[in-house]
């Protein structure tokens, strides 16, 4: 996006610069309920379709 971590914070909501430094670095996260906010601000859409696959009926992910 070429912001910078002062314009992410602030147009993320957060009001210190090492938040995001956090986020970033992976030691702090997300919560959940702020993912639709930052997909918003960060304007990722998802490309997923609205009804789930049907399953081939594996209930293991090695298979």
């Given at each position: 996006m070429g912001w910078?971590?002062?314009e992410a914070?602030?147009?993320l909501?957060?009001?210190?610069?090492s938040t995001v430094s956090k986020i970033e670095n992976g030691?702090?996260?997300?919560k959940l309920q702020s993912l639709a906010h930052f997909f918003e601000v960060l304007q990722i859409?998802?490309?997923?379709?609205?009804?789930?696959?049907a399953s081939s009926g594996s209930t293991s992910p090695s298979e």
């Open positions: 910078s971590q002062e914070a602030q147009r909501g957060y009001r210190a610069l030691t702090q996260g997300v859409h998802d490309p997923a379709p609205s009804t789930p696959k």
